[in-house]
């Protein structure tokens, strides 16, 4: 299963026994929409809907930082994805966080993990079959694993700014990036990583919603001046929009790791340094 897969290939798959479909859209609350609301009103034949929201470490005081292995492994078992399992993510987010639960599923152990190009917005305007309501759900074994190599930390992004080891890519709009736009959490400074590149997330989508790939998606990562040879860490806001950067590196052969904590964290910590205007 590729990485990033058709509507008509998935409406051939939809009775495969080991395929697996989740929502996994997730809204900010200025957004002002109920994610469960949406998906019960309609989704994907078989798809369940993995909470973004829960599926989190709810103690921290950082927003949507990854759960322990054990919280993870208990609510995939719960929505009856297993170990052997395809599993097949789609959004109706703006934030494409089909990106961000591929990412996690991946930290924790999950290999066959693809997002559906254009999301249900695609599949229902192509005249595709939804339901209504939720799915029934049968538990299946998930094992207990995580994978850290592709998480850092703010110790790590900190050495990594004296060292330049790795390329830093921001997934914020340029306005935040910049600092010309103060961040909207309270006590967080604005501005950005010194020696991070600017690629706004949106960049990697075509106008119909769907991911641009080859020679088109290799260029927005070349002209923001990143090496697509070299390693890469993504970072946003809270760790979610950094997903799509890392998805997109992914797409086109680079393994990027992803700082979780992101602007959350760093912006809001007095003794990281902060960078203002371009890169």
Same mark, same amino acid.
Request: hydrophobic share 40%.
């Given at each position: 299963?590729? %990485?990033?897969?058709? @509507?008509?290939?998935?409406?051939?798959?939809?009775?495969?026994?080991?395929?697996?479909?989740?929502?996994?859209?997730?809204?900010?609350? #200025?957004?002002?929409?109920?994610?469960?609301?949406?998906?019960?009103?309609?989704?994907?034949?078989?798809?369940?809907?993995?909470?973004?929201?829960?599926?989190?470490?709810?103690?921290?005081?950082?927003?949507?930082?990854?759960?322990?292995?054990?919280?993870?492994?208990?609510?995939?078992?719960?929505?009856?994805?297993?170990?052997?399992?395809?599993?097949?993510?789609?959004?109706?987010?703006?934030?494409?966080?089909?990106?961000?639960?591929?990412?996690?599923?991946?930290?924790?152990?999950?290999?066959?993990? $693809?997002?559906?190009?254009?999301?249900?917005?695609?599949?229902?305007?192509?005249?595709?079959?939804?339901?209504?309501?939720?799915?029934?759900?049968?538990?299946?074994?998930?094992?207990?694993?995580? #994978?850290?190599?592709?998480?850092?930390?703010?110790?790590?992004?900190?050495?990594?700014?004296? @060292?330049?080891?790795?390329?830093?890519?921001?997934?914020?709009?340029?306005?935040?990036?910049?600092?010309?736009?103060?961040?909207?959490?309270? %006590?967080?400074?604005?501005?950005?990583?010194?020696?991070?590149?600017?690629?706004?997330?949106?960049?990697?989508?075509?106008?119909?919603?769907?991911?641009?790939?080859?020679?088109?998606?290799?260029?927005?990562?070349? #002209?923001?001046?990143?090496?697509?040879?070299?390693?890469?860490?993504?970072?946003?806001?809270?760790?979610?929009?950094?997903?799509?950067?890392?998805?997109? $590196?992914?797409?086109?052969?680079?393994?990027?790791?992803?700082?979780?904590?992101?602007?959350?964290?760093?912006?809001?910590?007095?003794?990281?340094?902060?960078?203002?205007?371009?890169?």
């Amino acid at each position: 299963m590729d %990485a990033l897969v058709t @509507t008509e290939w998935l409406a051939g798959e939809l009775q495969a026994s080991d395929l697996r479909i989740v929502d996994a859209t997730y809204f900010s609350a #200025d957004h002002g929409r109920d994610a469960m609301a949406e998906y019960e009103a309609a989704h994907i034949p078989g798809a369940v809907f993995m909470d973004l929201a829960e599926i989190a470490d709810t103690a921290s005081p950082l927003p949507s930082m990854l759960p322990s292995p054990e919280k993870f492994a208990s609510r995939m078992q719960s929505l009856g994805l297993g170990d052997g399992s395809r599993i097949v993510l789609y959004d109706n987010s703006p934030f494409h966080t089909a990106a961000r639960a591929w990412w996690m599923l991946r930290t924790f152990g999950a290999h066959d993990v $693809a997002i559906l190009d254009g999301g249900i917005a695609k599949w229902q305007a192509e005249g595709r079959a939804t339901t209504s309501g939720k799915e029934t759900l049968r538990h299946r074994h998930f094992t207990v694993w995580a #994978d850290d190599k592709g998480i850092r930390t703010l110790a790590q992004m900190s050495a990594n700014v004296e @060292t330049g080891a790795e390329q830093v890519m921001d997934a914020r709009s340029a306005a935040r990036f910049t600092g010309q736009e103060p961040d909207p959490r309270p %006590a967080t400074m604005p501005g950005h990583i010194p020696g991070s590149k600017n690629i706004p997330y949106g960049l990697l989508f075509n106008a119909d919603g769907t991911w641009k790939q080859g020679d088109a998606l290799k260029a927005v990562y070349t #002209d923001a001046g990143i090496d697509l040879s070299r390693p890469l860490v993504g970072t946003c806001g809270s760790g979610i929009t950094a997903s799509v950067l890392v998805f997109g $590196a992914h797409l086109l052969g680079n393994e990027a790791a992803l700082y979780d904590g992101s602007w959350s964290e760093w912006g809001a910590d007095l003794s990281t340094p902060k960078a203002m205007g371009t890169a």
